[in-house]
T-cell receptor, first 115, second 109 residues
Framework: NAGVTQTPKFQVLKTGQSMTLQCAQD?????MSWYRQDPGMGLRLIHY???????DQGEVPNGYNVSRSTTEDFPLRLLSAAPSQTSVYFC??????????????FGPGTRLTVL | RKEVEQDPGPFNVPEGATVAFNCTYS??????FFWYRQDCRKEPKLLMS???SGNEDGRFTAQLNRASQYISLLIRDSKLSDSATYLC??????????FGAGTQVVVTP
């Protein structure tokens, strides 16, 4: 299994440009999430999904859209990039185990710079 | 106030020593708890889940105190390779996790 994959690894955008960060998992996990990580701020939840067709907002959803058309894929779209969106973005997936202790598995991250 | 808080450190620990640190959470309905390890510019990786009765994995011991709403991580016999940032994670509902900002541990020779 490849686990959780993210593309691209690095991206530079100009203010106002749009782009989609890709995330895919091959573990048949129901749950997927997007986080951003900024220095001193830890991981902040942007959006998450509990299954295909179901998404919900996290702590910092403004400026981002998501969709979940399949179990495997959970793309994050930046509508009009702003310098404040410069960050490292992590995608994660998890499932419900029999014990309920369903840890998250993370992708390698996308480092985004908005000029 | 952040829902999950950690002392950012750094905790400077001599090799072979013991270090412990806590993570507090504000949502009393939180369901599950985890410790993750994150190396510089890498993705977080699960270190251990935290069970209600506490649990141990080699040199690492995790505890949960629901009454006071905190979890703890203790590292015994610290190795240089233990230098990292340790993130606590709290599962609040279906697929929703909250993370602390992390505690940096630096193990020195």
């Amino acid at each position: 299994n490849a686990g959780v994959t993210q593309t691209p690894k690095f991206q530079v955008l100009k203010t106002g440009q749009s782009m989609t960060l890709q995330c895919a998992q091959d573990m048949n996990h129901e749950y997927m999430s997007w986080y951003r990580q900024d220095p001193g701020m830890g991981l902040r939840l942007i959006h998450y999904s509990v299954g295909a067709g179901i998404t919900d907002q996290g702590e910092v959803p403004n400026g981002y859209n998501v969709s979940r058309s399949t179990t495997e894929d959970f793309p994050l779209r930046l509508l009009s990039a702003a310098p404040s969106q410069t960050s490292v973005y992590f995608c994660a997936s998890s499932r419900t185990g029999t014990s309920g202790l369903n840890e998250q598995f993370f992708g390698p991250g996308t480092r985004l710079t908005v000029l | 106030r952040k829902e999950v808080e950690q002392d950012p450190g750094p905790f400077n620990v001599p090799e072979g020593a013991t270090v412990a640190f806590n993570c507090t959470y504000s949502n009393s309905a939180s369901q599950s708890f985890f410790w993750y390890r994150q190396d510089c510019r890498k993705e977080p990786k699960l270190l251990m889940s935290v069970y209600s009765s506490g649990n141990e994995d080699g040199r690492f011991t995790a505890q949960l105190n629901r009454a006071s709403q905190y979890i703890s991580l203790l590292i015994r016999d610290s190795k240089l390779s233990d230098s990292a940032t340790y993130l606590c994670a709290v599962k609040e509902g279906w697929g929703k996790f909250q993370f602390g900002a992390g505690t940096q541990v630096v193990v020195t020779p």
